[in-house]
């Protein structure tokens, strides 16, 4: 299994940016698929972002489509979200999550597909 721990969260005025990091560690990071989820307060997990192995492959939710940008670099073990004009409702605890095994342009929308999730990382934005 693969450890994922999630930093960068914080407090942020409306408008403002913010970079989530997820480290990796543990057994083989190869051909491991990765994404972003987000919990907001009573509401169910949802999707944000999602990036294949190679990184050759991104998707998003139609909500941060041009705001958010997913990368990884592999040498690190660590994939980030770059987070830019951010808004209230993008108030959650944000999880990153992976899952192995996969060919290397494949990239993994469905929660249910991922087998590793970190403990998340709150971010907050004040209107």
């Known amino acids: 299994q693969v450890q994922l721990e999630e930093s960068g969260g914080g407090l942020v005025q409306a408008g403002g940016s913010l970079r989530l990091s997820c480290a990796a560690s543990g057994r083989t990071f190869s051909n491991y698929a990765m994404g972003w989820f987000r919990q907001a307060p009573e509401k169910e997990r949802e999707f944000v972002a999602s990036?294949?192995?190679?990184?050759?492959?991104?998707r998003y939710a139609d909500v941060v489509k041009g705001r958010f940008t997913i990368s990884r670099d592999n040498a690190k073990t660590t994939m980030y979200l770059q987070m830019n004009s951010l808004k209230p409702e993008d108030t959650a605890i944000y999880y990153c999550?992976?899952?192995?095994?996969?060919?290397?342009?494949?990239?993994?929308?469905?929660?249910?597909?991922?087998?590793?999730w970190g403990q998340g990382t709150q971010v907050t934005v004040s209107s």
């Open positions: 990036i294949s192995w190679n990184g050759a492959t991104t």
């Open positions: 999550a992976g899952v192995g095994g996969l060919p290397g342009g494949t990239s993994v929308q469905a929660m249910g597909q991922y087998d590793d």
